[in-house]
């Protein structure tokens, strides 16, 4: 799809280690006492809903260049 868009130069890269460290940020800002309408309160929601659906995810870069025309 890139390509197609003019793209060229791709690249992907992943790392075991950014899924673990997704899931540890997550784990950590739960066992943090949040307060209602705050910025960690809105963050532990979104921990909750990302959570258990995170350990199938598979995080990866991609880089592209696309020339100038």
């Known amino acids: 799809m890139l390509r197609a ?4 130069d791709i690249g992907t890269a992943d ?3 950014w899924d673990t460290a997704y899931q540890e940020i997550y784990r950590q ?5 949040g307060g ?3 910025a960690l309160a ?4 979104e921990a909750r809903r990302r959570l258990p659906t995170a350990h199938p995810l598979r995080r990866i870069t991609v880089t592209a260049v696309r ?3």
Do not use: N
Not at 29 to 33: F, G, R
Not at 42 to 45: A, H
């Open 15 to 17: 790392d075991p280690s």
């Open 67 to 69: 020339p100038a025309r």
């Open 36 to 38: 209602r309408g705050t």
């Open 5 to 8: 868009a003019g793209f060229t």
């Open 42 to 45: 809105g963050l532990q929601g």
């Open 29 to 33: 800002v739960l066992a943090v006492p």
